[in-house]
């Protein structure tokens, strides 16, 4: 009997340790496996303190280097609704300092969430004056924001950031991967009264962005924003662009877009870049085209006359019309007075197959490949889907779609002895201390034309300034080549239009040793309409600018004597 007694004893001695070696175990696996992560998470709270390291977004600079956009340093408040107690008057002494909808502050500061933002990118001013409320759990992040020291100068090349000043359009989205900051951060061990110890127990340094060194020159793009916005507004036009380039290498020395208040599409379409991602039809412009590829296919061309049916001739399909009622002209005179007629007469002359060839040699048709985000590759269709009207008006500029970079690409093939440019607006990236990244050194392609043909070409465009419909964009100091475009809009019918046109000037200068090219657009004019009248007249402003910025001096087209 007491041999039973004690073996009950010992059995429930033994079931009692080990119930209690088993709650034991459960509870070391309950703390040490379940609950680790956010014991952990505890600790490290009051023991360590992450500091986030702001980096500065890349700048963008002018070709001088002067500063066209930085990063300044904002504060943006966030809160951990938890430990916020009386969340209607912190939201009420908050949105009061802040000027904005207490309701708003007040849902933010209500939300189960440990982390909410209640504003962002706020001054300096505004963080000490929220510091001064005293409300506990709030606090600040600092973060960048773009800055404009030359205002919006070039804004529609630039482009903009978002809240977080990530690239969405412009440069700034075409050049993120360099442009973009990488944050740092630094983890510091903290006392038993919360002090920070002063080394850290792990650091990663803040990665600034590179700067983009561009290719404009901000002197010249103020003159030609300030006189494209002048013409837009004084011709009532709907809008207008402006593209200046180096044509011998393609490097944009201004860039300009600009879009009237008063057109119904100005919210939509004012930053958009309409110099690369618009395309229009282009009108006499484009006679360019058939001007170089007559000269190569036949060098006596120049020569010779051609009727031109005393300003109306039937086509396939169409009458051809003359601005005047010209007879008999010369192939350069054709060109001089901008003959829709005889230059249709030529292409068809020379053949449309070797014309629809200096299309495509050109760049029409296809992307320039400039290093901006949209580009518009025109509206070019197949030769075997020409109608027999094509023929005749796709060499005079209609039927086509091109855009206005295109254009001062084709003039530059002209300009630099037949080579093919490819247009950019970066010429370098470097690091904020000014060390070269990545250097742009672009090439030509070519030549598509031979020496004979783009000579004379440009003898041509010369006349064209000096005695034909771009007399206004003629120049005292320099000698200019150029060539005037007034098309007609489609309307709403899908004919064409007599009271909305497209109005054009692409020039280039000096004569002899071409440095800067100016292609103007400028879309619906109502004061006159002719590219002649009022695109040639723009292209003078900026030229003239340009010459006494640059003191350039012309030499004689004949002698090669110096005319000053």
Not at 35 to 55: C, F, G, Y
Not at 102 to 121: G, Q
Not at 161 to 166: E, F, G, P, Q, R
Not at 220 to 235: G, M, P
């Amino acid at each position: 009997m007491r041999t039973k007694k004690v073996y009950l004893r010992l059995k429930i001695v033994f079931l009692s340790l080990t119930a209690v070696f088993t709650i034991i175990i459960l509870r070391l696996f309950w703390l040490e496996v379940v609950l680790s992560p956010r014991l952990t998470r505890l600790a490290h709270k009051e023991h360590l303190r992450l500091v986030r390291l702001p980096a500065r977004r890349g700048r963008i600079l002018d070709t001088h280097r002067n500063i066209l956009v930085d990063d300044i340093r904002l504060y943006s408040l966030y809160a951990d609704p938890k430990i916020i107690d009386n969340k209607d008057e912190a939201a009420s002494a908050i949105a009061t300092v802040l000027g904005q909808d207490r309701r708003k502050i007040r849902n933010l500061l209500t939300k189960d969430k440990r982390f909410v933002w209640l504003a962002r990118k706020l001054s300096l001013k505004d963080k000490k004056a929220i510091e001064e409320l005293g409300i506990k759990g709030i606090g600040f992040r600092e973060e960048e924001e773009r800055f404009y020291p030359q205002g919006n100068l070039l804004d529609s090349v630039i482009g903009r950031t978002d809240i977080d000043n990530n690239g969405i359009d412009g440069l700034e989205l075409f050049y993120e991967r360099y442009l973009h900051a990488e944050s740092g951060q630094a983890v510091y061990l903290r006392d038993s009264r919360g002090n920070l110890l002063p080394l850290p127990k792990k650091l990663v340094l803040p990665k600034d962005g590179y700067d983009l060194i561009l290719t404009v020159d901000s002197y010249i793009q103020y003159w030609v924003e300030k006189f494209l916005h002048q013409t837009v507004v004084e011709s009532r036009a709907k809008a207008g662009a402006v593209v200046v380039l180096n044509p011998q290498n393609g490097e944009i020395v201004a860039m300009a877009n600009f879009v009237s208040p008063l057109a119904k599409e100005y919210l939509e379409t004012q930053r958009r870049n309409r110099c690369v991602c618009d395309f229009y039809e282009p009108g006499s412009v484009f006679k360019v085209v058939t001007l170089l590829a007559a000269l190569e296919k036949d060098k006596e061309i120049y020569k010779e006359d051609f009727f031109c049916e005393k300003g109306q001739m039937k086509i396939p399909g169409s009458i051809l019309h003359d601005w005047r009622r010209f007879g008999k002209l010369s192939f350069i005179d054709v060109f001089k007075n901008s003959s829709n007629i005889g230059v249709a007469k030529i292409a068809n002359r020379v053949g449309i197959p070797f014309v629809y060839s200096y299309i495509e040699k050109l760049g029409f048709g296809r992307k320039t490949g400039i290093d901006f985000p949209g580009e518009t590759s025109g509206s070019l269709r197949p030769l075997s889907q020409w109608s027999k009207t094509d023929y005749y008006i796709v060499p005079i500029g209609q039927s086509i779609g091109v855009s206005l970079l295109q254009l001062a690409v084709a003039f530059a093939a002209v300009a630099n002895g037949g080579y093919i440019v490819r247009p950019h607006l970066v010429k370098e990236i470097a690091s904020r201390e000014g060390v070269a990244i990545k250097q742009f050194r672009i090439g030509r392609k070519g030549p598509i034309a031979s020496r004979f043909a783009v000579d004379k070409a440009r003898e041509i465009l010369l006349r064209v300034v000096e005695e034909g419909t771009g007399r206004r964009a003629k120049l005292e100091k320099v000698k200019v080549c150029g060539k005037t475009g007034t098309s007609q809009k489609i309307d709403v019918r899908g004919g064409y239009s007599h009271r909305n046109f497209y109005a054009s000037f692409v020039g280039f200068f000096p004569y002899r040793h071409p440095q800067f090219l100016i292609a103007v657009f400028i879309d619906e004019p109502h004061t006159y309409h002719y590219g002649g009248m009022i695109a040639a007249p723009l292209f003078k402003k900026i030229a003239e600018k340009i010459v006494a910025y640059k003191n350039l001096r012309s030499k004689d087209s004949e002698t090669g004597r110096n005319t000053e």
